[in-house]
């Protein structure tokens, strides 16, 4: 039974998140948690926390659609910040 809940949720993301809404709400998370950037806040390991807080909720959100996060790093060194704004 759970595992038909935990099947029934990635189809949920997938029909959410594979919509042109829902990949343009994508690229707005993964800009406003800063996805592409790093989390750390010197001297503050509070404000890093948060931040990779919002970074993991991105980062799920990829692994329930089954994105290929390290296609998605390679994409990210090779393309330029242009492309990665088309992209993203």
């Known amino acids: 039974m759970e595992n038909d809940k935990m099947l029934a949720t990635v189809a949920d993301y997938q029909q959410t998140f594979g919509t042109p809404a829902g990949r343009r709400v994508l690229r707005h998370l993964m800009k406003v948690h800063g996805f592409l950037n790093s989390s750390l806040v010197e001297k503050d390991c509070c404000g890093t926390a948060f931040n990779e807080g919002g970074r ?6 990829m692994h ?7 296609q998605m790093e390679a994409d990210i060194l090779t393309n330029s910040k242009e492309d990665l704004d088309a992209i993203l």
Request: no cysteine; glycine share 0%.
């Open 64 to 70: 329930k659609l089954k994105m290929d996060l390290k």
């Open 56 to 61: 993991n909720a991105v980062v799920q959100i």
